[in-house]
């Protein structure tokens, strides 16, 4: 696995008049790196941190009646920032995300969900030559095989399930 540049997400995160952090930053960054591909895989890429809070905002207009982890309003995100989503998958394992995209070619939005109703959302960009560039925005970009994307995933997540990958163009 290599690093290919660093991500934190933390010192972008934007607060309400109560103090409270509001949700969405990595879902931000990682709608931004996805709709940049192919440029967003190079080390001199640098992301638009206000599109991103701009992302992040989308968590509070007048779609909230839908949860924040639902197919749908995670969808129709995508969409409004110009990203078709091809296919939807729900899993209730981190394992199984993992097996299920072993060998398919895409860029994929992620969203790893826990059980106290948060989430964290992750972009992955698999070529058909099967490299993995995985982008956590609380850590980087990495370049990766198969294995090391299973390995991460399982690691660094095992408390977040049920899953969603939506792949778009």
Same mark, same amino acid.
């Given at each position: ?19 409270? %952090?509001?949700?969405?930053? =990595?879902?931000? !960054?990682?709608?931004?790196? #996805? +709709?940049? @591909? ?31 982890? %639902?197919?749908?309003?995670? =969808?129709?995100? !995508?969409?409004?920032?110009? #990203? +078709?989503? @091809? ?47 995985? @982008? ?34």
């Amino acid at each position: 696995m290599k690093k290919l540049y660093d991500c934190n997400s933390e010192m972008h995160c934007i607060y309400d008049n109560d103090g409270q %952090a509001i949700y969405g930053i =990595a879902s931000g !960054l990682t709608i931004q790196w #996805l +709709t940049n @591909l192919p440029d967003s895989l190079q080390p001199h890429y640098h992301i638009d941190i206000q599109a991103a809070i701009n992302q992040q905002t989308f968590s509070f207009n007048q779609f909230t009646f839908v949860t924040h982890r %639902a197919h749908t309003f995670h =969808a129709y995100k !995508l969409s409004l920032c110009n #990203l +078709t989503p @091809l296919e939807e998958v729900g899993i209730k394992n981190l394992y199984k995300l993992s097996a299920l995209l072993k060998g398919k070619p895409g860029a994929y939005y992620l969203i790893l969900s826990d059980s106290e109703d948060s989430s964290h959302a992750l972009g992955l960009n698999i070529t058909i030559e099967m490299q993995y560039y995985l @982008l956590d925005p609380d850590s980087g970009l990495f370049l990766m095989n198969y294995e090391e994307f299973d390995e991460y995933l399982t690691t660094n997540f095992e408390i977040h399930e049920p899953s969603v990958f939506i792949k778009v163009a």
